[in-house]
């Protein structure tokens, strides 16, 4: 793995792969750098470019700081592609896609953004999560240290993933990375109610990009995804008709074919 220091002096690691123009993956919550490993997807992207393949603050072989604010994580993401020494292309999963958005703001570097539903819209998931008792579960049980109970709730109570789509995660070769990342997950599921989105400050960012998002994926990432549409001066939607909100674990090939595709105009 490789580092670059962000903005607040916290370590950001990330690894690289391939050969050929930069893309930066950002994954989303409950995982690392390793999520793109599933089903072959860093390797195919990386037969067409040079992959930098980031751990988001606080897991993997990345730093943290002793206090969180959403806002390190797009100065991050800022820093690992200022880090590059040629504009890179930034591909980001739901919540490492509102950090992708967010890093083209703070460097000029980034020259192609692929966002696969950032989670903008989530107040009244927040609040419904709180009056069923999800959030103090996931505390509770973190605190406790039952991180993989705290993993299995988040995925299916806040990813809202499907049974059997939590059972092939579960079964995946990097199931005890997610593990180990699980208490970076009560603080990402509630920092979004401490982050405004301004459709006004991307007004001037035109940059292409390319909005993925799935037919059956939660009402609320689909409902996010149409503001990042709606907020983007120079975007096209993608739907993966009949998936949700991991089509790079059930569409493999549609999912790689739609980023290189674009990456390559």
Known sequence: METVT???GTTIAYERTGR?????L???SAGDHTRWELFGVRERLAEEHTVYAVDRRGRGESGDAPEYAIEREFEDVAAVVDAIDEPAAVLGHSYGATCAMEAALRTDAVDRLVLYEPD???DDLLDDLESRGVLADLKTRLDAGDDEGALVRFLA???ELDPAEVDALRAAPNWPDRVAAAHTLYRETVAPREYTFDPTRFESLTTPTLLLTGSESPAYLRASTD???DSLPNCRVVVFEGHGHVAM???PERFVEAVLTFCRE
Not at 20 to 24: I, S
Request: glycine share 8%.
């Open 6 to 8: 962000s903005a607040d």
């Open 20 to 24: 050929g123009p930069p893309l930066v």
């Open 26 to 28: 950002v994954h989303g």
């Open 120 to 122: 903008l819209v989530v």
């Open 157 to 159: 109570d806040v990813a």
């Open 227 to 229: 503001l990042a549409r």
């Open 249 to 251: 674990n059930t569409a």
